[in-house]
């Protein structure tokens, strides 16, 4: 046994001969790493952009989020138990990429009533994303 063999067994390499990358990508999309930056980065985003700090408020709103994903796709955890929950199948079968562009959209309304200081688009802009995410839900009531 070379010295190198325990790399064999860390979750991350392993991990990257099952899950291809489209599986990553969906996946990391529910890791609770990627949930919290993604959830942390809004209110500052906002924030700035209330104070009409455009710059800024892109910079804490994506840069963050985007190193996240990087550093998930390159070094990936183990999201073998992600995929397997009901929420891994849920989004496997719901969150398509017009979804996943309706949610990253959502933040265009949200942008706007910070900007000009209105609470009614931020309100919608939340709805919104609510309804992206639960779009399989929805879609399951009106068929029954």
Not at 8 to 19: F, G, H, P, Q
Not at 20 to 35: A, D, G, S, T
Not at 113 to 129: A, E, K, Y
């Amino acid at each position: 046994m070379s010295s190198l063999d325990w790399l064999s067994n860390l979750s991350y390499l392993s991990y990257n001969k099952v899950m291809n990358i489209q599986e990553k990508r969906l996946y990391h999309q529910i890791h609770p790493v990627k949930l919290a930056t993604d959830i942390g980065v809004t209110f500052p985003f906002l924030y700035f952009f209330w104070l009409h700090q455009v710059w800024l408020a892109f910079a804490i709103g994506f840069i963050p989020p985007i190193i996240v994903s990087t550093v998930m796709m390159v070094l990936p955890p183990n999201l073998e138990k992600r995929k397997k929950s009901a929420l891994g199948k849920y989004i496997k079968r719901y969150m398509t990429p017009v979804i996943e562009t309706i949610r990253l959209l959502t933040l265009a309304p949200m942008a706007y009533g910070s900007w000009t200081h209105d609470v009614f688009p931020i309100v919608i802009g939340v709805v919104l994303l609510v309804v992206a995410w639960c779009n399989g839900l929805i879609m399951r009531s009106f068929r029954t």
